[in-house]
Structures are given as structure tokens and as C-alpha cells.
């Protein structure tokens, strides 16, 4: 059981350059969730899916697309990457809508 | 709509003193909170929560946390700090629907 996988870990962008974040999780959950972490501002949601087919806009989506591939699997597109998006990445999941998050590990993204 | 306050981005305390971080939460409607911890280049994963019912609520290692409704807090304390407790902490409200809201974290440094 690995709870919450992120891929990749590390990544280095030029401005403008494209790119696509994986988290898949295997404890069946219905929800998940994309935050973007920076210093001194906590997590900040970019999109979440409450449920496979679904997805919604969180707090700071905009430079963002997400697509709720299967119940596994969630994924968060940058098209045309900023500065701006340099941050810590996290996916999380949930079973219910108000329950316990679980977090993957993170994906560290530099745009230079 | 909701938010979380954490009072204090750093806290330093000795080994062995009592732990105190404090989070004050606005929600409108009956708020589940949680408080988190982040390790070093590792995700978040859940310390303790409140849903309903008993105000006081343990959690893991060694950590609890008392709901207080008429003070809107959910102060996080520890009788004892260990070296082992250095992270970031984070408090979170959750009331209604799936967004989960995310304090800017408290940095706890024990000092030996």
C-alpha cells in the first residue's frame, strides 16, 4: 500500500515550457486534491475532483489544468510555465468530503 | 466563508518544556479542524482532527488539542517537547463541502 505517489519529484522548466504532474493513489478514494505550497502562505488549493468525472476550481487555478483520469489517478497541467509557479507541489486524497487528506510526497518545480 | 489564523510562524521551545501552537478558525457553519505536520521535504500527514462530540482530542505522539467554540480555537499542545517534534505545523478547517483551508503553518524548533 503506497498511499499517495507523486511523479516527478524534482523538475527544472524554462519559461514557457509545458509539463504534467502525476499522483495516483491506492486507497480507493473519492477525492483528490492539488495544492500549491510557498513560504509563509500554507497550502493553497489549486483544483480538486470530489469524485471520479468531476473536477473544480480551487483558490489559485489559473495557469493550471487538471484531468481526473480514473478513480487513481489525477493529474495537474502547467501549459505554458511561469516563474510564478515555482513552488512544492502536493497531491492529496480523501474518502469523504470532509475527511482526512493523505499527501504524497511533493514535486519540487523550478521555472527559470 | 472560512479561514485559519495561525498565531506565530516560529515557536522555539526547549527540550522537555510544554508545546503551544495556536490556531484560530472563522467558519459559519460547525467546523471540523485538524492540525498536521510537515517533516522536512516530506508531505503532510495528519496529527489529530475534531469532527463532532469530545472538544479534547489526542492525537499522535503525544500531541492533543481542545476545541473551544466560544473562542474559535484549536490550540495544539504537547506537555513535553522532544527533539523529534522540530517540523511544521499546520491547523486546517474544514466547513462544508470539500475545500479545506489551510493555516500559513507554524515552524517548531526545539532546542537541546
Known amino acids: 500500500n503506497a498511499g499517495v505517489t507523486q511523479t516527478p519529484k524534482f523538475q527544472v522548466l524554462k519559461t514557457g515550457q509545458s509539463m504534467t504532474l502525476q499522483c495516483a493513489q491506492d486507497?480507493?478514494?473519492?477525492?483528490m486534491y492539488w495544492y500549491r505550497q510557498d513560504p509563509g502562505m500554507g497550502l493553497r488549493l489549486i483544483y480538486y475532483s470530489a469524485s471520479e468525472g468531476t473536477t473544480d476550481k480551487g483558490e489559485v487555478p489559473n495557469g493550471y489544468n487538471v484531468s481526473r483520469l480514473n478513480k487513481r489517478e489525477f493529474s495537474l497541467r502547467l501549459e505554458s510555465a511561469a516563474p510564478s509557479q515555482t513552488s512544492v507541489y502536493f497531491c492529496?486524497?480523501?474518502?469523504?468530503?470532509?475527511?482526512?487528506?493523505?499527501f504524497g510526497p511533493g514535486t519540487r518545480l523550478l521555472v527559470l | 466563508a472560512q479561514s485559519v489564523t495561525q498565531l506565530g510562524s516560529h515557536v522555539s521551545v526547549s527540550e522537555g518544556a510544554l508545546v503551544l501552537l495556536r490556531c484560530n478558525y472563522s467558519s459559519s457553519v460547525p467546523p471540523y479542524l485538524f492540525w498536521y505536520v510537515q517533516y522536512p521535504n516530506q508531505g503532510l500527514q495528519l496529527l489529530l482532527k475534531?469532527?463532532?462530540?469530545?472538544?479534547l482530542v489526542k492525537g499522535i505522539n503525544g500531541f492533543e488539542a481542545e476545541f473551544k467554540k466560544s473562542e474559535t480555537s484549536f490550540h495544539l499542545t504537547k506537555p513535553s517537547a522532544h527533539m523529534s517534534d522540530a517540523a511544521e505545523y499546520f491547523c486546517?478547517?474544514?466547513?462544508?463541502?470539500?475545500?479545506?483551508?489551510f493555516g500559513a503553518g507554524t515552524r517548531l524548533f526545539v532546542k537541546a
Open positions: 475534531y469532527t463532532t462530540g469530545a472538544t
Open positions: 486546517a478547517v474544514r466547513a462544508g463541502g470539500f475545500k479545506t483551508i
Open positions: 486507497m480507493n478514494h473519492n477525492s
Open positions: 492529496a486524497s480523501s474518502d469523504l468530503g470532509r475527511g482526512t487528506q493523505y
